[in-house]
């Protein structure tokens, strides 16, 4: 875990600001999410105390300090996906998995976000579970879904 | 592959006079797949074709293709504009015109290519062909540049997408490409290219609609050694995906785009402020920048002209905010995505102190057209104040939907009636949304106003980033107006207090307004009322004294429905009535006696045990604990349940 981060943090150099946000988000394209240790340690890379760090990450939605979900959703809720009720089938994946948005569930299972425009704005509401994308997604689809796709985690 | 660029870069990139020599144009023919001998079948991959499933569709093209047709061509295009039309299929047979066709998925792949190779077409899922020149017609096929849809618009910035690889820069260069980036490095000083820029009348496409050769001006005569170019892709309203439609169709206009708008201003470093996101886009832009430095149009020395450029690619981290201009700037030193106060603008002291232009993707688009047309050719189209074109996203309740690009001054109506088509399923238009989260409400009323700049500044109405959505009657404004709020709330930075605790207050006051009450007589009754007075105060505190765009046009969707839809509002709030059935709280159902079976399926799904009834006798809703959520109109089979 943390030789990761060290050939992760060759490629940058020491004390330079500006390059601390492309920094957080390579290692958390790497490792899934920031967890203490390297916040730490990007702190005294950059010169920065740790909270500084802290503060800067949890300003925006993109950094994530618990790792994701085996299978994570996103879910579409953008004026278009909106107007064909997201709203419904986000409050259907939050009663199936038991999680809130931006969480994970404890074992370790499910994750979601919400994001505001995926680009399929004709086909709303738009889901993408993992890398497959799903259109015209009703509520009561969910339930099913989120069963096979557990079934599928548990038994691999 | 070497002697190609060798071939491009010496006969074309370089070569001197506008008209090239036949031999040259017969390679440029090719690569324009003018003349082929073979089939070629082009394919949408952008991400609006990939959700609706064009890489399966690809799949079935290829596996036919190997099969029946192995000399068949395939190649992956940008999106060509209809999103409602992926995924989009356009097959080229040597020497006849190209044909398109719509919603091809998977299935039906095999009988489509299997007409087409047999001379039989399907009418069915047939567009139109496009007419160009020196192709054969195909007799009693319409023109797609006849259908409304295409008609009615003005393709400059869009003109390429839809029609070339992204991925090629060959194909690009055969397009007229990066011929003005060459022109302007080799032949006019910063300031002239300032002024053609300034003489074309283009301005800011993000909404402010600043002229844009006079900031370039700005930041020129700043005094500075070094300066930098930032190419805001952000773009992160709801429902905006102008521009990375464009980016994923046509990344090398894009990157001329930069490089001219640098060379400008004197500026070696640009840097692309990229969406989280789209992922899609952003690795074709890198493929593109990769390829452009590959054939030395960026780096160091470009071509023997003294002149070095590099881009750079950041990802935003997510927050709305970033979008403002002092706010990226912040990001992009490694702090917090907050606003700073103006002045000093970014023109003078930007990104690290230095002279900093922040340009929309949309504008810096337009600038290799100027640059190669001259600034009267872009003045010919447009309205005086505000020439050229819009590119707008189309969403909604429309028929048609997806990017489109009209001339300025092309009236709301034009776009709704005959771009896209009129509504959906029959229903009646509600309001037309411009601007994203933070704009305002076109109704019926207003529809022939045109799209200009200052024509929509004088009615208070910001243009933003190009979002079109269309809202029909199913729609609450109430649940809309709360719903742009939240966005708003989650996404106020905090660093001011009327945006971070009037956006708070709002959103509070706009909840209780749609929610049921546990006990209409109490003072929540009042608590509500207290509230709604409050509002319009609120609401204009937030616009007089925040301190960035985003707290100061937060209140703007608010105000706008509350001026031509108060009746609404006060129904929301007299009445408890929602017209729209949208509104939960306000929902109340009963049950038919006539058509209820007394199967008990509602009654069991009820999750708050609000329906009672013994079986095979019609059941009854006690409406005091219903919560209307309304699944026992979903799961009623005999359409038994009621709204009232």
Known sequence: MSTDIEIILKK???????????????????????????????????????????GLATFYDQFRFIPAGKVHITICHGTSCFLNSSQAVINKIKEET????????????????????????????????????HHYVKPDQIPELIKKLRYLIEND | MEDLKRFLTEKVLLFESDTLSSETEKVMQQLRREKTNNAVIFLSSGTSSIIAGSERTLSAIKTYVDDNEPNTEIVLVGCTGPANFEPLICIQLPGKNKLYFRNIIEEKVEPLLNGIFHNDINKDDLIGQQGSKGFELWPGIPFIEELSFFAKQKRVVLSNCGCYDPESIEEYIARNGYRAYIKAIRH???????????????????????????????????????????????????????????????????????????????????????RRGSEHARQRLQKAIDSARDYGLLGHNVFSSGYNLDIIIRKEPGAFVCGEETALI?????????????????????????????????????????????????????TENSPGTKVLAVAGKGRMSGVIEIEMGTTIKTILAEIADGIKEGKTLKAVQLGGASGSFITAE????????????????????????????????????????????????????????????????????????????????????????????????????????????????????????????EEHIFDRRCRANIC??????????????????????CPVNAIYGTRLQPFFIVEEKCIGCGICNDICKFSAIKVK
């Open chain 2, 446 to 569: 207003n529809l022939e106003l045109p799209v200009d700049y200052d024509v929509m500044k004088k009615q208070g109405i910001g243009m933003g980033a190009g979002g079109f959505i269309i809202i029909d009657e199913s729609t609450c404004m109430v649940d809309l107006v709360r719903y742009y709020m939240e966005f708003m709330h989650s996404e106020s930075c905090g660093k001011c207090i009327p945006c971070r605790e009037g956006t708070g207050r709002m959103l509070e006051i706009l909840e209780s307004v749609i929610k049921k009450p546990l006990n209409e007589d109490s003072g929540n009754t009042l608590e509500r009322f207290k509230g709604v007075m409050q509002l319009e105060t609120i609401a204009s505190v937030m616009k007089d004294t925040s301190l960035c765009g985003l707290g100061q046009t937060a209140p703007n969707p608010f105000l706008s429905a509350l001026k031509y839809f108060r009746e609404e509002f």
């Open chain 1, 98 to 133: 038991g999680v809130l948005a931006g969480q994970t569930s404890r074992d370790g299972i499910f994750s979601y976000d919400i994001v505001t425009c995926m680009g399929g704005c004709n086909n709303g509401p738009v889901m993408r579970v993992n890398d497959q994308y």
């Open chain 2, 330 to 382: 912040s990001t992009l030193e490694g702090k917090r995505g907050m606003p700073q106060l103006k002045p000093p603008y970014p023109v003078t002291t930007g990104l690290f102190g230095k002279p900093t232009v922040i340009n929309n993707v949309e504008t810096l688009m337009n600038v290799p057209m100027i640059m190669q047309n001259g600034p009267e050719w872009f003045r010919s189209f447009g």
């Open chain 2, 188 to 274: 006019y000083t910063y300031e002239e290219v300032c002024n053609i820029i300034e003489n074309s009348g283009l301005r800011g496409r993000s909404g402010g609609g600043y002229p844009t050769g006079l900031k370039w001006k700005q930041a020129l005569n700043a005094g500075s050694v070094s300066r930098y170019l930032i190419c805001n892709a952000k773009e992160s309203d709801p429902g905006a995906f102008t521009d990375r439609m464009m980016l994923e169709s046509d990344p090398h206009r894009l990157v001329e785009g930069i490089a001219i708008a640098s060379y400008a201003i004197g500026a070696s470093t640009a840097i692309v402020f990229f």
């Open chain 1, 12 to 54: 940058y150099k020491p004390g330079r600001r500006e390059e601390l946000i492309p920094l957080l988000q390579e290692i958390q394209e790497d490792s899934g999410h920031l967890s203490e240790e390297a916040i730490v340690r990007v702190g005294e890379f950059v010169g920065l105390s740790t909270t500084k760090i802290y």
């Open chain 2, 584 to 605: 939960r709280g306000l929902r109340s159902f009963s049950i038919d006696v006539d058509k209820c079976t007394g199967c008990t399926a509602c009654a069991s799904k």
